[in-house]
Every structure is written in C-alpha cells, then in structure tokens.
C-alpha cells in the first residue's frame, strides 16, 4: 500500500498569510495526487485533483504543484472561511485510496 | 442540484449488523463508480470500500474485508453498505463519495460526498 504523510500536521496563520502545506507519498504516484478541504463538522470537499487541476468552483488563491513523490498545496491569501483541515489523497493505485493524516490550520 | 444523502447508522453493539444507504440525485447514479470513506471521531479519512457502475467489481479496505459488503441499486439511485461483525474500531462517521470519472483511472477524484452518517459501536 501507498502510504501518505502531510506536513505540517497544524499551523496558525492569520488572513492574509501564505500558506503551504506538503503532502509527500511512500513511492511515486505521478501526477495522481487529491487534495480536500474539510471544514468541522461538514463533508470534505474536493479542492484540488491531479496535483494541480483546480475543481469547479473553487477560488484561485488555491494551488497545486509537485510530482513523483512530493507535492504541495498552496493558499496564496489565507481567508476566513480557509481555516479548515486539509487532506491529500493517491489516486495512483487504488484500493487503497490512501489519504494523508490532514493539516489543520487554524487562526494564529 | 447534485445530491448524495446518507442514512441508517446508529448505535449497535459489538459483533452486530447495520445497514447503511446513500441516496443520490441530481446526476445519471448508473454512471459512476462509487466509494465510501469513513472517518474516526477526531481522527483522518479513510477510504473503505468501492463499487463500479454496474455493481459487478467490489474492492474493500484490508480492515472490512470479509465483514462489510458494498451494493447499489441503480434503478432506486442507491448506494448501500451492509456492515456485519462489528466492532468498536469500525466508530465512525460514514460519508459516500462520487468518483468523477467513469470508467475510473488514476488520477481520480471523489468530487461529490454526502454529508455523513455515524455509526456507533459499543456494548
């Protein structure tokens, strides 16, 4: 099995900030790399798929870049309704779709 | 309005059954492979189960395999969970999710969840 580790684990920002998170998988995944958005208490939400493809409806402060093994989600301005949990997936080979731990970022 | 509505968690004791469903619309449900994720009180995602369009090819997490078993109902745009041998570890909330793509590949993505339903296992 693929095996998934963020970091870092939590962070405080304020809005406003830059905000970069790492997502790095046990062996290469390619391009196949997830990430969601979670705020408490609510469903994840798909923010980003195929490392850099932003979904539908999604603000443009976040991004995506990487490859291979390591990959990194990216909130240029760090907004109010940002402060959530984030958590990457492999979609490289399935069964398991493994996701990583989450990232909580919270208000500094 | 795409829409993926959970029900029938609950409370149950260890070693016991529960039945869990996902009813969809606002999308061609026969279209999509589905999947379901739970998540632990406090703890991360994890992804349990999966089923494509036409119901026929099944994969499960190591951890359920054997003991919970994943169906659908395409002409009642259902999705379904039937959890035997319960244990405590199995405590969650359990959401289903959409896979975007059909037939899937890598690179996919879980683009639609529902919003969840808590399974509780205790004596």
């Known amino acids: 099995d693929i095996q998934m580790t963020q970091s870092p684990s939590s962070l405080s920002a304020s809005v406003g900030d830059r905000v970069t998170i790492t997502c790095r998988a046990s062996q290469s995944i390619s391009s196949s790399l997830n990430w969601y958005q979670q705020r408490p208490g609510k469903a994840p939400k798909l923010l980003i798929y195929?490392?850099?493809s932003l979904q539908g409806g999604v603000p443009s402060r976040f991004s995506g870049s990487g490859s291979g093994t390591d990959f990194t989600l990216t909130i240029s301005s760090l907004q109010p309704e940002d402060f959530a949990t984030y958590y990457c997936?492999?979609?490289?080979?399935?069964?398991?779709?493994?996701f990583g731990p989450g990232t909580k970022v919270d208000v500094k | 309005e795409v829409h993926l509505v959970e029900s029938g968690g609950g409370l149950v004791q260890p070693g016991g059954s529960l039945r869990l469903s996902c009813a969809a619309s606002g999308f061609t449900f026969s279209s999509y492979w589905m999947h379901w994720v739970a998540q632990a009180p406090g703890k991360g995602l994890v992804w349990v189960s999966r089923i494509s369009t036409d119901g026929r090819t099944t994969t499960y997490a190591d951890s359920v395999k054997g003991r919970f078993t994943i169906s659908r109902d395409n002409a009642k745009n259902t999705l379904l969970l039937q959890m035997n041998s319960l244990r405590a570890e199995d405590t969650a909330v359990y959401y289903c999710?959409?896979?975007?793509?059909?037939?899937?590949?890598?690179?996919?993505?879980?683009?639609?969840w529902g919003q969840g339903t808590v399974v509780t296992v205790s004596s």
């Open positions: 999710a959409r896979d975007f793509d059909s037939p899937p590949a890598p690179g996919d993505a879980f683009d639609i």
């Open positions: 195929g490392t850099s």
């Open positions: 997936q492999q979609s490289y080979i399935p069964s398991p779709f493994s």
